[in-house]
């Protein structure tokens, strides 16, 4: 039966320190299809991509690829048997070329294995791969540190088509790409699933699970719910599935009783190397929207007015008085909250506990507020549904998604008065999501002024009072509550030139 199948995982378990993560879980991958595996936070998609990886040893099943049982005790072995894998974090060496990335440890080599390595032939192998990838305009040589994220998310699937890969795992592609990037790479994986690869694809975009798969498989609680075909769901099924419960509406209700008050953050002219020219303001409980393509300088104005980049022209208010901030420690003394997806900038202590890590602003910043925050934050990431076994458990063991809200609760907890938000909801499920949006309603509800990048422009038109949209450094108008995803993009392109727009 298994060798119609490109891989048959049966029985899949596996724990962690007691606590099954995920329970008896099958999967069957066809030649050229792409599988959507979806899930809340901590649902155990990823823990399941490291096991068919050779990353994780499952405490018991069996994995069948192309019809062989495999067991895999190294990512290599699972790579050599055909499934490879496209993590968040890329493995790649930045000191590297390109096609030294790819062929590491397995290089042409002239006159048998002992031989000089084959250089001629490996930049011909690589640049070969690329071509078959439709990216041609990658060349062999490039040092892979002179790659965009993009670029480099490229390098990791073409190696793992040098495996002569069956299968290709994806885990949360597309949250590191800018919109025109996500573009290449559904052409890419065409490309893949044309030759009868089976991509196994997770996303928490169900946008971009209904545009790329054919199947889809749900996961609760590291429990298998249901795989159906992507044709006989709906989005409002899947995410009843998900989640356990139907999510009405999507974007909480603009609260009646939040009158927008005076101006909070107030920018006049501000300019730098990065941002020309940008006025405006920001009321108490307003949540003001900035849209933008990638590299039109919006996070790069959220990182001036934080205080990581120096204002050159222009200044800087914050109710009503000139806030003049050089660091960002300074902009959280200053009670400006800045919540980042970056991964890096994060700037969570890896092998310490939620509790301590969620602490860790206010502790640096405003030591005599610890205790009082102290007590209140575990209602704050019950409230985010943290989901993990305690609040003493280590942050490194957090799926993704749940790390991401620890660092929203750590910046919670400074009583902000302005609150930045660079992709706020980045690889955080529909459910937490949807808490995340009712949290920035209350911090509407408190007198907080939120100034909100994000490229899901749903997310921007569906909570944002106002919206700003951002072109070349500056901003390149503005439009109200509720406008249209192409009158921002138009805005976005300079698209609009006839005043159309709104
Ligand atoms: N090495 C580990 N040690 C302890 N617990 C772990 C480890 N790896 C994962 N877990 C736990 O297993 C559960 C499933 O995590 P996993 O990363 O698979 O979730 P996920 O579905 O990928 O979530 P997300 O969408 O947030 O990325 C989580 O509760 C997580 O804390
Ligand atoms: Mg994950």
Redesign the pocket.
């Given at each position: 039966m298994s060798d119609t199948h490109a891989l048959v995982a049966t029985g899949m378990t596996k724990s962690?320190?007691g606590?099954t993560?995920?329970a008896d879980l099958d999967l069957a991958l066809d030649p050229g299809e792409v599988h959507g595996l979806v899930?809340?936070?901590?649902?155990?998609?990823?823990?399941?991509m490291k096991m068919l990886a050779g990353v994780y040893t499952p405490d018991s099943g069996t994995i069948v690829v192309a019809g062989q049982e495999v067991s895999f005790s190294h990512p290599v072995q699972a790579q050599r048997a055909g499934v490879s894998t496209v993590f968040q974090e890329f493995n790649l060496l930045l000191e590297r070329t390109i096609a030294e990335n790819i062929w590491l440890g397995r290089e042409p080599r002239r006159f048998g294995a002992f031989g000089p390595i084959d250089t001629a032939r490996m930049r011909r192998d690589t640049e070969e791969l690329l071509e078959g990838l439709g990216v041609a305009g990658l060349k062999a040589g490039t040092l892979v540190r002179n790659l965009s994220v993009a670029e480099q998310q490229i390098v990791e699937i073409a190696k793992a088509v040098s495996f002569d890969a069956k299968v290709i795992q994806m885990?949360?592609p597309t949250a590191a790409l800018a919109d025109h990037e996500v573009e290449l790479l559904y052409s890419i994986i065409q490309r893949l699933t044309e030759r009868g690869v089976a991509i196994l694809y997770?996303s928490?975009r169900l946008k971009e699970i209904f545009e790329l798969c054919q199947t889809i498989t749900i996961?609760k609680d590291?429990q298998h719910v249901a795989t159906r075909p992507a044709a006989d769901l709906t989005e409002g099924e899947l995410v009843r599935l998900m989640v356990g419960r139907p999510l009405t509406q999507y974007f909480p209700d603009k609260p009646v009783d939040v009158a927008v008050g005076d101006v909070r953050l107030s920018l006049e002219g501000v300019g730098n190397a990065y941002v020309d020219d940008v006025s405006l303001e920001v009321r108490a409980g307003e949540i003001v929207g900035l849209a933008g393509l990638q590299g039109s300088g919006r996070t790069e104005l959220l990182e001036t007015v934080f205080g990581v980049h120096p204002v050159a022209r222009g200044s800087v208010s914050l109710d009503g008085a000139p806030l003049q901030v050089s660091s960002p420690r300074q902009g959280v003394r200053a009670r400006l909250a800045f919540i980042t997806e970056d991964r890096k900038a994060k700037g969570l202590a890896l092998n310490q506990s939620i509790l301590d890590n969620s602490l860790g602003v206010v502790r640096a910043v405003f030591p005599r507020r610890t205790a009082a925050a102290r007590r209140e934050m575990p209602g704050v990431l019950s409230n985010l549904e943290v989901?993990?076994h305690s609040l003493g458990?280590e942050v490194q063991?957090?799926?993704?998604?749940?790390q991401q809200k620890v660092v929203l609760a750590r910046w919670l907890s400074i009583d902000p008065l302005v609150v930045l938000m660079d992709e706020p909801t980045r690889?955080i499920?529909v459910g937490a999501k949807h808490r995340v949006y009712e949290l920035m309603r209350e911090l509407t509800r408190q007198g907080v002024a939120v100034l909100m990048v994000s490229s899901e422009l749903p997310e921007v038109i569906g909570m944002s009072d106002r919206i700003l949209v951002m072109r070349d450094g500056t901003l390149a108008g503005e439009l109200p509550a509720g406008a249209s995803e192409e009158a921002v993009l138009a805005m976005a392109t300079g698209a609009a030139t006839e005043g159309d727009a709104a």
């Open positions: 962690f320190f606590n993560v995920l899930g809340e936070n901590g649902a155990g998609k990823s823990t399941l885990d949360e997770v928490h996961l590291g989901s993990a458990q063991f957090l799926s993704g998604g749940n690889g499920d």
